[in-house]
């Protein structure tokens, strides 16, 4: 069998792959705090006796991040599918943060 060499990698695809990699970093560093933030709010939620979920935020947040997704000119689905997923972690999170307190 004939094996080729890989063909090199042409450097504005280089480029935009470190600028790709660059930005995976901070959108974990973003979530990594988002997530900080909303570790408090679910202790504060637990404390004050509130539910985990919050319908009508949720709803609002859904809204102005469609808003900003268009924008950005971003798939405005795309932008909710990703913020239901987080906002379900988030959830999740608290939830846990609640039943624990319970305890």
């Known amino acids: 069998m004939d094996q080729q060499a890989p063909k090199p990698i042409p450097p504005e695809l280089a480029e935009l792959r470190s600028s790709i990699d660059n930005i995976d970093a901070a959108l ?4 990594a705090e988002r997530f900080k933030c909303t570790q408090k709010v679910g ?3 637990a404390t004050a006796g509130l539910p ?3 319908p009508g935020r949720e709803a609002t947040q859904i809204a102005r991040l469609r808003r900003l997704a268009e924008e950005s ?3 405005p689905d795309f ?3 990703f913020l239901a997923f987080i906002v ?3 959830i999740h999170h608290h939830e ?3 039943d624990g307190a319970r305890e």
């Open 52 to 54: 985990p979920a919050d």
């Open 88 to 90: 379900a972690e988030v």
């Open 73 to 75: 000119h971003l798939d």
């Open 28 to 31: 974990v560093h973003l979530l």
């Open 79 to 81: 932008a909710e599918k």
């Open 96 to 98: 846990a943060i609640r």
């Open 43 to 45: 202790r504060l939620k």
